[in-house]
Nanobody, 122 residues
Framework: QVQLVESGGGLVQPGGSLRLSCAAS????????MTWVRQAPGKGVEWLAG????????MYGDSVKGRFAISRDDAKNTLYLQMNNLKPEDTAVYYC???????????????RGQGTQVTVSS
């Protein structure tokens, strides 16, 4: 069955960096667009970034544009999110997800992993 397993979260100081990974299995990863979303405590799900099958094009939400970068390694069935210049407001659980209609810009997803916690604090 479809599985998405995120890793790489943790505690980081403001201004620091983290790279999240998402290991995919149970489907032909290379054929699918993928996205990253997050959910902060008490808030709704926020779409962050999307990447089409083949690695391009990509798209970013306004809150992370210029700081985060989405990428993929189809040989490893893995999706990445490089996060730089992290801010306390980036604190959230981060999820990789397969988007609706296989569209990398879709704000609705059909599958989501279990998430990885990112905490930005001094």
């Amino acid at each position: 069955q479809v599985q998405l397993v995120e890793s790489g979260g943790g505690l980081v100081q403001p201004g620091g960096s983290l790279r999240l990974s998402c290991a995919a299995s149970g489907f032909t990863f290379a054929n699918y667009a993928m996205t990253w979303v997050r959910q902060a405590p008490g808030k709704g799900v926020e779409w962050l970034a999307g990447i089409d099958s083949g690695g391009s094009p990509t798209m970013y939400g306004d809150s992370v544009k210029g700081r985060f970068a989405i990428s993929r390694d189809d040989a490893k069935n893995t999706l990445y999110l490089q996060m730089n210049n992290l801010k306390p407001e980036d604190t959230a659980v981060y999820y990789c997800a397969r988007p609706l209609d296989n569209f990398y810009g879709a704000r609705v997803y059909v599958r989501r992993g279990q998430g990885t916690q990112v905490t930005v604090s001094s």
